[in-house]
């Protein structure tokens, strides 16, 4: 994920980065921690945004942990 600062004070453009193959594509649209870098504070709570769009005939599992607050699945 890319974040540019553009002309217009307090406006950036995220560039998310894509990863492809057969199957189809997949991006990470918000990362917080690194917004909060390009702003200087911290943006909106959210943890993170993806993004994925499959090909014809694939299907996709969802993953899913349920873990205490504040604490990162391995």
């Known amino acids: 994920m ?4 553009l002309s217009v004070p307090g406006a950036f453009r995220i560039s998310p980065s894509q990863h492809t193959d ?3 594509l997949f991006l990470e ?5 690194l917004l ?17 769009v499959s090909a014809r005939d694939v ?6 942990a349920q873990v205490p607050y504040g604490r990162r699945s391995t």
């Open 2 to 5: 890319r974040i540019t600062e």
């Open 59 to 64: 299907v996709r599992g969802i993953h899913f």
């Open 29 to 33: 649209w918000y990362r917080p921690d």
């Open 22 to 24: 057969p199957r189809g």
């Open 36 to 52: 909060a870098d390009a702003l200087g504070h911290r943006p909106p709570q959210m943890v993170q945004g993806n993004l994925s």
